[in-house]
């Protein structure tokens, strides 16, 4: 079967630096995409991986091993926006997104 | 330009009613897709659309049909509601065409089946 794992919840200091990881076994694999979902909210596209390595973009960057099956999203400099849940999905051989439950995260001042 | 847009934002409604949930883009996406979204999982796909006039079953398809007839409007119906459908439903666009091909979402639908 196809799955996708993330830590169902993290809690971090505003200011701070958070990674939040996700690991997957998928039929295939044409590329990575990390969401954010504020609370009452629709996902908002974040970030694309399809090759190794890491892509920054602003406070965001985001890795991925394709051997390992594994990505993580980096988020610096937190702030209090950015509590919400960060949403790990991967596009399979059929070109369809296969989605983690999210990894809800909490900002402490 | 408002993007995706979704009606109604919440409903509740009777278990056995007909239910359509309305989806229109206006960023002349050619692909679409409908998803539910439950506490604890991940969004699952209901059915998608590649282009106007073709859909396709995703992983939840079951009580749950779609229909494409232009480029903008993608409604889903459930027939006959059961309260297993109580979800976040949430749409999608995409333009089918580019590597990234990412997924847009619009705002959702807070339905509750009793």
């Known amino acids: 079967g196809q799955n996708i794992d993330q830590p169902t919840e993290m809690t971090a200091t505003e200011g701070a630096i958070v990674q939040i990881n996700c690991t997957y076994q998928?039929?295939?694999?044409?590329?990575l995409f990390w969401y954010q979902q504020h609370a009452g909210e629709a996902p908002t596209f974040l970030s694309y991986?399809?090759l190794d390595g890491l892509e920054e973009k602003g406070r965001f960057s985001s890795f991925l091993s394709r051997s390992k099956g594994y990505s993580y999203l980096l988020l610096k400099e937190l702030q209090m926006k950015d509590s919400a849940s960060y949403l790990c999905a991967v596009k399979d051989s059929n070109y369809q997104l296969i989605w983690g439950a999210g990894t809800k995260l909490i900002i402490k001042p | 330009i408002a993007g995706i847009t979704q009606a109604p934002t919440s409903q509740i409604l009777a278990a056995g009613r007909r239910m359509t949930l309305r989806c229109t883009q206006d960023m002349r996406h050619n692909a679409m897709y409908w998803y539910r979204q439950d506490l604890g999982l991940g969004l699952r796909l209901i059915h998608y659309?590649?282009?106007?006039?073709?859909?396709g079953k995703g992983e939840v398809p079951d009580g749950y049909s779609v229909s494409r007839a232009n480029t903008d409007d993608f409604p889903l119906t459930l027939a006959s509601a059961v309260p297993s459908q109580t979800s976040v439903y949430f749409c999608a666009s995409s333009d089918g065409t580019s590597d990234t091909d990412t997924q847009y979402f619009g705002p959702g639908t807070r339905l509750t089946v009793l």
């Open positions: 998928t039929s295939g694999f044409n590329g």
């Open positions: 659309s590649n282009t106007a006039g073709t859909t």
């Open positions: 991986n399809v």
